[in-house]
Antibody
Framework: EVQLVESGGGLVKPGGSLRLSCAAS????????MNWVRQAPGKGLEWVSS????????HYADSVKGRFTISRDNAKNSLYLQMNSLRAEDTAVYYC????????????WGQGTLVTVSS | DIQLTQSPSFLSASVGDRVTITCRAS??????LAWYQQKPGKAPKLLIY???TLQSGVPSRFSGSGSGTEFTLTISSLQPEDFATYYC?????????FGQGTKVEIK
């Protein structure tokens, strides 16, 4: 069974940093592109970042470029999102999601971790 | 960036109704479109990908169609468990983008 479990969310002050993790199991993690998608409270879905299976290709939304860094450790079946210079508008539930065979479509999602940026 | 516009944003329907949601892209995206269902407090669930391919385990009352710039998600006979918010998403090019969502509520 495919499982994605996010952790690392919490309350952080504006300008602060946070590192999210996503532990993957039930599939060959090293074969899949992975994504982070976020959802602000009461709002729609926003794609944040993608990383290819070997980390060769990385993409970011303009809203986080230069502040967030996506990475992965295939030996540990883990995906990460380092978030720096956090802003109030980064407040959201952050989902880790598996890409459907490199199509840009996400077929499995974690339960999400809430990041709140507030003073 | 490719903008996706869903219509309607809100839909009130009864059990058994046929429901259609439209997603329009600001430029052609071939068939690189997916549909997701999200219930309150839960992660989105993939329903349809490549515009018309039903994800494994998704009931056959869900169907998708379209290509280029106009796409539809149809629920042939609305069931109680289908009341949720639906999102389209394009994967033609980065940045990946989502529609604003369509909330389907009980009439």
């Amino acid at each position: 069974e495919v499982q994605l479990v996010e952790s690392g969310g919490g309350l952080v002050k504006p300008g602060g940093s946070l590192r999210l993790s996503c532990a993957a199991s039930g599939f060959t993690f090293s074969s899949y592109t992975m994504n982070w998608v976020r959802q602000a409270p009461g709002k729609g879905l926003e794609w944040v970042s993608s990383i290819s299976s070997s980390s060769s290709y990385i993409h970011y939304a303009d809203s986080v470029k230069g502040r967030f860094t996506i990475s992965r450790d295939n030996a540990k079946n883990s995906l990460y999102l380092q978030m720096n210079s956090l802003r109030a508008e980064d407040t959201a539930v952050y989902y880790c999601a598996r890409d459907l065979s490199g199509t840009g479509t996400t077929d499995y999602w974690g339960q999400g971790t809430l990041v709140t940026v507030s003073s | 960036d490719i903008q996706l516009t869903q219509s309607p944003s809100f839909l009130s329907a009864s059990v058994g109704d046929r429901v259609t949601i439209t997603c329009r892209a600001s430029q052609g995206i071939s068939s690189y479109l997916a549909w997701y269902q999200q219930k309150p407090g839960k992660a989105p669930k993939l329903l349809i990908y490549a515009a018309s391919t039903l994800q494994s385990g998704v009931p056959s009352r869900f169907s998708g169609s379209g290509s280029g710039t106009e796409f539809t998600l149809t629920i042939s006979s609305l069931q109680p468990e289908d009341f949720a918010t639906y999102y389209c998403q394009q994967s033609n090019s980065y940045p990946l983008t989502f529609g604003q969502g369509t909330k389907v509520e009980i009439k």
